[in-house]
Structure formats: structure tokens, C-alpha cells
């Protein structure tokens, strides 16, 4: 993907600033958060909340299912992309304009942010304020919007954070480890600034992208929790499908990521609970009571060492396994994504997936597709005839999905659609499945786990 004109327009602006500067001006907006936060023996814990959800800090409930659906169909692509490792093309002007250091390489799309993210807060800076941020287990590095915003920054909840209001801020020159490690992180080379400032770019595959200056400053979760030099983007031009958040923590398994940061005191592992449209979630970092889980290995993979792949064994409809070869399965990567809205499967798999659940919906009638979704029926369906679906994984690991985990309602439910779709180059499973199983991570142990009930 060639770097688009405002990308390269910010780029150039930024090499040439002395820093990051403050500005007292008005804030965006002047909200204040109650942030609860709860620390105990097993770790620190966080309220998620779905990104539609109308109680929401960053509630995106009034943008239509039909955008979001588009969307996510972009955050595949871009995920497929990545993973294919397909070389993007160099825009040839770009070595022209820039003053100091180039960048030699393309920008590379990374998973598109998408409509799909649930979002928690966290505190940065010293003394330290609270947050709205993007939950995103396919990225890495850690970003948040920055006065004095040199290019643009989104409109978001809450006040932009001031680099000069914190007495903990500071930014990482180009020399510095973290800013040589930006590549694999963001995939997308640094640049350097005219003053030696660190410059990072976050693309993603839907053309959203964060710019702006490598940075550490103090991270906290209340007063308990407080992890000093936390490396992190700030952004100075932010645009695109970032809904009304600050900005985003990255889940991934890069070392710049939040997990790798903060496992050396909390544990390399986290748990999330990705709550519905009507409840609340939670998000754990650190140590987790393995009771009640039923575990899957993480696989190893040489497409990309920071996501989280699995291998899916077979999907079950009405208790019986679908017809297809079990070689199927494993013909794509299989990958765990938070951000992903409806689950991807093999061509195939979901071919066999579809004909079992029409064939169990006996009564209902089947319509044209809408959008990515080409398995709907004619009205509302009752949750008691909804026949039952189960993914279970390699080790015998299985969510028995629960029917809203299974299909979704549209067009004011005028529609009832499955909630997968096929896919030729990755499997994803995606966030309307796993809402309300609790899901650990345990990367140090190598295994993801899932227990039904976590959150309702």
C-alpha cells in the first residue's frame, strides 16, 4: 500500500518540528472518568466495554451495522495482507521531501482498527489522568492522541493528553532500542526528526493510521498499579476509524506491546471477557485462577510472530461434526482476533457450516445475503430454535456457543443473519463468538483457555 498523500504530508511536518510541544488550549472535550479499578492477588483487572454499547465512554451506537460489517471486512483483508507478507510498492516521491533521515521502506498496512474494538481506561502521565482507549489484541504498539496535534487529531472523549502537563514525559531519541524496534512492531520503518526525535507510523488496511513521536511517560491503573517508562506512540496526526477514543493499547505479542511491558510485574498473560451490547466486560492482566478453563496451544508461526494462532479441530451443529475433511481446517492459519466483529472460516468449513445450520433451521426461511453474510432468514429468530454450534480446538478446547454468540439481528429484526463468513487466505475467530466466554491468554505457558459464563 502506497503512503496516501496526508500521511506524507504529516511526515514531512513532523521531521522538521523541533518537539512536542504543549498547548493549553481548549480541550476537545472535558470529561472526567470515574475509572474503577481492581487490584488483588490475581492480578490487575479492568471494565471493557462493547463499542456499541450505549453506556459506553466511547459509545459508537449510532453508526449502522451495514459500516461496521464493511469495515470488518477491511480489518480481514488487512490482516490476509499481513500475513501473506505480499510486498507493498515504494512511492518513488517520497525520498524528495523529506529533509532529514528518509524512510526507506513503504509504509505496510497492519489489521485495520475497524469499527469493532472494545475499549477500557488507563492512566498516563504524572501527575496521572484517565483515558478512553482502543482494546486491539492484532497490534502492537501502544499510541495515544497528543497536544498540540501538529496535523489533525480526531475528535475524541475526554480531554487530549498534554506531553507538558506530565512531569513523567519524555521522548525516545532515534538511537534508542524501542525506536530500532518500531519495524516489528508497527511494520512500518522510524524515521527521525530534526531535534533526534523518534518518529513512529501506525498504518492499518482501511487507510486509518496514528503518526507522531516514540515516547515513555508513566502508565497507571489506579494507585496500585504504575509502571514507569511505558514506551508508547504520541500522536500528533491521528485520523480514520478510531471512533471516539484517545487512542489504543496493543495486546500482541511484540516486545513494545502493553502485555510484554507490564508482564515482567503482572505475569506474561491476560484474560478478557468481551461483554454484549447490554453488559459489561473485564479485561485481567497478569496471573488468572486456571479453574474451569479448558485449554488449546498457542502455534508458533513464521507468518508473524506477534498474533495469537490456534488450530481449530472441528465445529460441531445440533451435536454432530460437520461434513468436511478434517484437512480443511488446517489449510489456513487460524487466528484469535478481539477486533474482528463476525468469525471467518475456510472456504469450505464454512460451506459445510452453513448447509448444517440451514438444514437444522427447519421452519425458517432462507433470504438473499446482507453484506459479508450470506446464511439470514426471514424475521426475528427465537433463541430456543436456534440449533446449537460448538467450536472446539485442538486438545479438545470447546466453546458451546450460546445463540447470540451464533447469529445476529439486522434491519430492525427484519433479518437474522449466522454470524461467520467464509475466508481463503485466514481464519478468524471473531468477537461475537468469544462475547461472554472469559478467554485467557497464558502466552508463557504457550496456551489459550476459554470458560463459559464469564460475563452476562
Not at 466511547?58 to 453508526?63: F, G, L, M
Not at 498473560?269 to 466486560?281: N, Q, R, V
Not at 478434517?326 to 469450505?348: H, K, N
Not at 453474510?373 to 429468530?381: H, I, N, P, Q, W
Amino acid at each position: 500500500m502506497e503512503m496516501g498523500l496526508p500521511l506524507f504530508y504529516a511526515l514531512s511536518l513532523l521531521l522538521n518540528l523541533v518537539s512536542v510541544t504543549g498547548d493549553d488550549s481548549t480541550p476537545l472535550c472535558s470529561s472526567q472518568f470515574n475509572t474503577k479499578y481492581k487490584p488483588d492477588s490475581s492480578g490487575l483487572h479492568l471494565t471493557l466495554h462493547h463499542p456499541r454499547n450505549p453506556h459506553s465512554p466511547a459509545s459508537i451506537s449510532d453508526v449502522p451495522i451495514s459500516t461496521i460489517l464493511s469495515h470488518d471486512e477491511a480489518r480481514v483483508k488487512s490482516l490476509a495482507h499481513r500475513l501473506s507478507k505480499i510486498p507493498s510498492s515504494r512511492p518513488t516521491s517520497l525520498d524528495h521531501h523529506l529533509h532529514m533521515k528518509s524512510v526507506s521502506d513503504p509504509l505496510t498496512p497492519g489489521g485495520s482498527v475497524g469499527l469493532g474494538n472494545y475499549v477500557t481506561q488507563v492512566g498516563i502521565g504524572t501527575p496521572a489522568a484517565s483515558y478512553v482507549m482502543v482494546v486491539d489484541t492484532g497490534s502492537s504498539l501502544s499510541w495515544m492522541q497528543c497536544r498540540p496535534c501538529a496535523v489533525s487529531c480526531h475528535a475524541q472523549v475526554g480531554t487530549v493528553f498534554n506531553p507538558k502537563s506530565s512531569t513523567s514525559y519524555h521522548s525516545i531519541p532515534c538511537s534508542a532500542n524501542d525506536c530500532t524496534s518500531l519495524r516489528s512492531a508497527t511494520l512500518n520503518p522510524s524515521a527521525c526528526s530534526s531535534s533526534n526525535v523518534c518518529i513512529y507510523q501506525a498504518s492499518y488496511g482501511d487507510s486509518s493510521f496514528s503518526l507522531g513521536y516514540l515516547s515513555k511517560d508513566t502508565l497507571s491503573f489506579g494507585s496500585n498499579f504504575t509502571f514507569p517508562n511505558f514506551t508508547y506512540g504520541c500522536g500528533q496526526d491521528n485520523e480514520g476509524l478510531f471512533g471516539k477514543s484517545a487512542g489504543l493499547i496493543g495486546l500482541a505479542r511484540n516486545k513494545l506491546s502493553l502485555l510484554s511491558q507490564v508482564a515482567p510485574k503482572l505475569g506474561y498473560a491476560f484474560t478478557y471477557c468481551l461483554p454484549t451490547t447490554k453488559s459489561t466486560g473485564s479485561l485481567s492482566m497478569g496471573s488468572y485462577n486456571p479453574a474451569g478453563f479448558s485449554y488449546t496451544p498457542l502455534v508458533s508461526s513464521s507468518l508473524d510472530d506477534a498474533l495469537y494462532f490456534l488450530k481449530l479441530a472441528y465445529i460441531s451443529v445440533a451435536g454432530k461434526p460437520i461434513a468436511v475433511p478434517a484437512s480443511s481446517y488446517g489449510s489456513i492459519p487460524t487466528i484469535m482476533d478481539s477486533g474482528t466483529v463476525i468469525t471467518r472460516l475456510q472456504s469450505d468449513v464454512y460451506t459445510a457450516l452453513s448447509k448444517a445450520f440451514v438444514a437444522a433451521m427447519k421452519g425458517h426461511k432462507k433470504v438473499i445475503a446482507y453484506s459479508i453474510l450470506d446464511t439470514c432468514f426471514e424475521g426475528k429468530v427465537a433463541s430456543s430454535t436456534v440449533p446449537a454450534v460448538a467450536l472446539v480446538f485442538d486438545g479438545g478446547a470447546t466453546m458451546k456457543l450460546r445463540p447470540e454468540n451464533i447469529i445476529i439481528s439486522l434491519n430492525s429484526g427484519k433479518l437474522t443473519c449466522l454470524a461467520f463468513a467464509p475466508a481463503t487466505r485466514v481464519s478468524i475467530i471473531g468477537n461475537t463468538q468469544q462475547q461472554t466466554f472469559k478467554v485467557v491468554y497464558d502466552v508463557a505457558q504457550k496456551k489459550i483457555g476459554f470458560a463459559p459464563g464469564g460475563c452476562r
